[in-house]
């Protein structure tokens, strides 16, 4: 299927911004992925993995109570991208994150692809 690679993780202090983004690659048209729901999760040690946020196809954005109010999520349907831009980061938020592409128009918990991810450390 379609593969999605990320970028832009790193170490930052708490307090920081950073911003990831995810690209698609492979064998997809950009017809059909403007009418997927893009979105991110993240998993810190020791748990499971969660929602962070999605954008619809039409550009609805949904975002996880954590990340309301500190992340802004973005898509850019002639580049195939999507970036998650992070602020006021916090230890809390440390955890490898996922991009994730939903065959679907606006559900991002439908089949999808998935990238490999990327490491988020916060620490002074």
């Known amino acids: 299927q379609v593969q999605l690679v990320e970028s832009g993780g790193g170490l930052v202090r708490p307090g920081g911004s950073l911003t990831l983004s995810c690209t698609a690659t492979?064998?997809?048209?950009?017809?059909?992925?403007?009418?997927?729901?893009l979105g991110w999760y993240r998993q810190a040690p020791g748990k499971q993995r969660e929602f962070v946020a999605s954008?619809?196809?039409?550009?609805?954005?949904i975002y996880a109570p954590f990340a309301r109010g500190r992340f802004d999520i973005q898509r850019d349907n002639a580049l195939l991208t999507v970036e998650l831009t992070m602020t006021r980061l916090t230890p809390e938020d440390t955890g490898i994150y996922y991009c994730?592409?939903?065959?679907?128009?606006?559900?991002?918990?439908?089949?999808?692809?998935w990238g490999q991810g990327t490491q988020v450390t916060v620490s002074s």
């Open positions: 994730k592409r939903a065959y679907s128009e606006d559900d991002i918990d439908a089949v999808g692809s």
């Open positions: 954008i619809s196809k039409g550009f609805r954005p």
């Open positions: 492979g064998k997809i048209d950009g017809i059909s992925a403007r009418s997927h729901t």
